[in-house]
């Protein structure tokens, strides 16, 4: 069950992204392109997007199971360091440059588009660069300790 | 500063938000997790255990059958790429790095952190959005 409703949930992301523009990189970086000719339409997506989320987390608020009975799963770190910034910093970097999110790219990859086939082959490759940077420091530690 | 009147969509911009907003919801109420992509394609690449494995894979699956369905019924808006294949390289792997070392991209941390009222990512999607608009200002305005 939880893996229909979770394909339901994808494609009514994909259907949102494409029918925001969120789905089009040039309309994307139209947005940030805040010194050029400004479209301001992804603060509208943001806006909507907020607006439905804050209601569905209040509605969750308090509970430990969801409707279907899952556990209920939330992020529990607060902390804001280094790392966060960093990485957000990084990934900020990267939007700025083709203007694609992880989202966008999976609509992109669906629409047929090669040059969206190549972003994600290459955000993949970047996913994996971190998984390895994580994975050394235990390798190590299993070393020292053999 | 110069508003580009032709191209600005506010309500397809909205409805779409909405949609987005949705689809959070229906994750958040029915599954109980948060729609992040970046980590639901992270935790894949960790082989999660079993029954972790299927929704994950059926939540991606419907992004990329999104624009399938919607070319049936419609004619699917243009998604166009304007940059070079090595920045659009380049851009893949600072997005795949950066959310993952962020632990959140704009689903995660803009959409469903900012509903929860997380300080954590409210940080994350100022750095972020900050980011993207400082590369554009210096890509399409510095060294243009």
């Given at each position: 069950m939880n893996v229909l409703t979770a394909l339901l949930a994808g494609l009514v992301l994909g259907f949102g992204l494409i029918v925001s523009?969120?789905?089009?990189?040039?309309?994307?970086?139209?947005?940030?392109d805040l010194a050029g000719a400004w479209d301001?339409?992804?603060?509208?997506?943001?806006?909507?997007a907020i607006a439905v989320g804050v209601v569905a987390f209040r509605l969750a608020r308090g509970r430990t199971r969801s409707l279907l009975g899952e556990a209920m799963q939330l992020?529990?770190?607060?902390?804001?360091?280094?790392?966060?910034?960093?990485?957000?910093?990084?990934?900020?970097?990267?939007?700025?440059?083709?203007?694609?999110?992880?989202?966008?790219?999976?609509?992109?990859?669906g629409a047929g588009s090669t040059q969206g086939a190549v972003f994600m082959l290459a955000m993949l490759a970047?996913?994996?660069?971190?998984?390895?940077?994580?994975?050394?420091?235990?390798?190590?530690a299993c070393a020292t300790n053999a | 500063m110069n508003i580009d009147w032709i191209n600005f969509t506010?309500?397809?911009?909205?409805?779409?938000?909405?949609?987005?907003?949705?689809?959070?919801?229906?994750?958040?109420?029915?599954n109980g997790r948060i729609a992040g992509i970046s980590g639901i394609v992270g935790s894949l690449l960790q082989r999660p255990r079993g029954g972790d494995f299927g929704w994950r894979i059926a939540f991606l699956a419907g992004i990329v059958a999104a624009p399938l369905l919607y070319s049936l019924v419609a004619l699917l808006p243009e998604g166009?790429?304007?940059?070079?294949?090595?920045?659009?390289?380049?851009?893949?792997?600072?997005?795949?790095?950066?959310?993952?070392?962020?632990?959140?991209?704009?689903?995660?941390?803009?959409?469903?952190?900012?509903?929860?009222?997380?300080?954590?990512?409210?940080?994350?999607t100022l750095t972020f959005m900050g980011a993207a608009f400082l590369t554009v200002f210096v890509t399409r305005h510095l060294f243009a």
């Amino acid at each position: 069950m939880n893996v229909l409703t979770a394909l339901l949930a994808g494609l009514v992301l994909g259907f949102g992204l494409i029918v925001s523009g969120m789905g089009n990189p040039s309309k994307v970086l139209g947005f940030f392109d805040l010194a050029g000719a400004w479209d301001p339409s992804l603060a509208f997506v943001m806006a909507g997007a907020i607006a439905v989320g804050v209601v569905a987390f209040r509605l969750a608020r308090g509970r430990t199971r969801s409707l279907l009975g899952e556990a209920m799963q939330l992020p529990r770190a607060q902390d804001i360091d280094r790392r966060l910034v960093v990485g957000s910093a990084l990934f900020g970097f990267g939007w700025g440059i083709a203007g694609i999110c992880p989202g966008a790219g999976f609509v992109l990859l669906g629409a047929g588009s090669t040059q969206g086939a190549v972003f994600m082959l290459a955000m993949l490759a970047g996913m994996g660069l971190f998984q390895l940077q994580q994975m050394r420091p235990q390798a190590a530690a299993c070393a020292t300790n053999a | 500063m110069n508003i580009d009147w032709i191209n600005f969509t506010p309500y397809s911009a909205l409805a779409g938000g909405l949609l987005v907003g949705l689809a959070a919801a229906l994750m958040l109420l029915l599954n109980g997790r948060i729609a992040g992509i970046s980590g639901i394609v992270g935790s894949l690449l960790q082989r999660p255990r079993g029954g972790d494995f299927g929704w994950r894979i059926a939540f991606l699956a419907g992004i990329v059958a999104a624009p399938l369905l919607y070319s049936l019924v419609a004619l699917l808006p243009e998604g166009r790429i304007e940059t070079g294949w090595g920045p659009l390289i380049l851009s893949g792997l600072l997005v795949g790095y950066g959310t993952r070392l962020g632990s959140g991209c704009s689903s995660g941390h803009g959409v469903c952190g900012l509903s929860r009222l997380s300080g954590r990512s409210l940080v994350a999607t100022l750095t972020f959005m900050g980011a993207a608009f400082l590369t554009v200002f210096v890509t399409r305005h510095l060294f243009a």
